[in-house]
């Protein structure tokens, strides 16, 4: 289909690009020379060995083929056709084919180790790149990433439809057997859906695995699989003299930074980067490397994995730099955005890290990061989420901003009562945030019964029965169906009392919900009830439980809403729990005083510890908050 297999042999083991005579520059993996089809000064023609021999391909003109049909057109194009193949054979070197046929030479597939395996995972990737070329909705995932399906194939990518049949079909004109397919390609018939293939190779060049990435999103379908079992540790792209690799960690990270010249790209294909995978390198001749994450929620765990990642480079007498890119950028988007030669400075500007150095550079970054975020932002644009039924105290704390808050009243029901009220404003006022309402101090089914009642201005023993007034039950209805369409939509969820909680239970749970609504906003009504496994070195009960919302908010990094009890003195203020009034950002508190209610905001983080203070109306019948 795409290679004479009279010659195949001989492409693989003798056909090279240096024998042609041409001017040839390294160009990350590949090779580059100036096109004699359609202009000899433009370097657009790309030599690859992609496929497991070397082919051309110019990705101005499409000229493409292997390297006996590039002879055959610029030395021999006056020619027929096959005396032109045989000119260009004598010209590359004629296959000594007695030494080829003698029993005692062993077939070049034999020689490497799992050989066999090598053939039949070229031979699916051979027929995946042809099959690429038909694909259109191939070629239309390649063209939304910015790829053409002639850059696509320099690196082997190609397009599997699901359907086994044509590849065995395919395999018997090669010579390979159905038994080996099942054998090797051990995961061919576990996926049947359409997806784009990406070959992995090892350091001498042999393919080890072949990856699958769904073409179309599809929850019930993992977005990468492996057709055939093999070797993880292999980094992907790895190449067999490389002083200074690059670590990304995706697939098309390695192959846009590849496409663009820069050497020595390779991707843990979202692994963690272990030990194993330095070995690799290390044995194909680097000495030092260069690691580039993408910037995640979680900045003090992504910290000290790096302080992990340099204990391993010590460990192997390596040197290495860190980059955290810009939050949302990756360096397929960098490198598309600002060329190769930006991400090859920024890497050249960045020290060796040790652990002093990386603390210094990350430290630069997040100030720069800083400031390009506070620049981003208008001055007459809340910088948190807006509360559409108390507007002045959205100007007067810049919007819900990411802190931990403890708010607290007295009388003490009144908090609960505007948790419920800053719960729904947030929800109804952003269309993108999801609130996650703790409550420890009240069943579920009077929150909901609450809600309810809040979002049709009723008392909630209206909403708890059928009602004489058929308009108010369809009222109830309407308002109930609401709260279920914040549900359904994963813009709201209402949880109950837990067993034991600490910091990593919680965390556990709220990591993927930030991961899928990035504008996250977590409510625990009654942190007094909040039940925590033991930490013997924080003896006071209250301590504990504010430890493990501090830590929560530094890992999270989101608005976290505490309601609990404080007490109010007319001598000393705000009392106890101290530890609440220490770790919070600021208190919301409320007082009633002749039937008037207050609502203040203090922080001493802020620059004032009077933030805002502002008079408080409450609906008689649902008691829902706003401002008055």
Known sequence: MLIDQEHADYMRTKAHPRQLGIPLSRWGRNLIACCPFHSPEETSLFFYDALGYWRYRCLQCGSEGDLVDFVMRSRFNGLDEQSARSEAFDFLGALDMETANTQDSEHPWVKEVGGEKSKVLECFVRYCHWAASKSPSSAKFLEARGWSIGQAQLYGLGYYSGDPEPFISYCMLSGIERHQISFYLDNLEAYHEPRL???????????????????????????????????????????AESEHPII??????ALTADLAGIPGVVSTMFQELNINHLYKLKACGADSFTVILRREQDRREQELRIQKYLKMAEQLHMSIKS???????????????????????????????????????????????????????????????????????????????????????????????????????????????KVIYVAYETPRRQIFDRFVSMLIGQSILTVRKQNADNEINKKVMEATRELMGYVRNNRLEIWEDMPSLDFNDLLKTLKPELKEHPDLVLMIDGIDHLKITDRPELPDIHEKRSSVMLDLYKALDIPIFLGGELIDSPNMGLLGPRAYLRDSDAIYWITTKNDNLTLTVDSKRLGTSHVYEGAISIDPQSSRMKEA
Do not use: W
Not at 217 to 237: L, Q
Not at 248 to 253: A, C, K, P, T
Not at 345 to 368: A, G, P, Y
Not at 370 to 392: E, H, I, R
């Open 197 to 239: 293939t990406i070959p992995a190779r090892n350091s001498k060049g042999f393919i080890h695995s072949v990856y699958g990435r769904l073409i179309e999103d599809n929850e019930k379908s993992h977005t990468y699989i492996t057709y055939a079992s093999g070797p993880t540790v292999i980094p992907f792209n790895i190449q």
């Open 323 to 433: 980059i955290v890119l810009p939050k949302g950028e990756s360096v397929d988007t960098l490198v598309r955005k600002n060329g190769a030669d930006q991400l090859i400075d920024l890497i050249n500007q960045t020290e060796v890290d040790t652990i002093h150095s990386h603390r210094r550079s990350m430290l630069l970054q997040d100030i720069k990061e800083n400031f390009d975020t506070a620049m981003a932002c208008p001055p007459d644009q809340s910088v948190g989420y807006t509360l559409n039924t108390f507007p002045k105290l959205t100007k007067e704390v810049d919007g819900i901003q990411s802190g931990c808050f403890f708010v607290s009243s007295q009388p003490f029901g009144l908090k609960t009562i505007l948790l419920s009220s800053l719960a729904l404003d947030l929800i109804e006022s952003n269309p993108n945030l």
């Open 248 to 253: 990304v960690q995706g697939f098309f990270d």
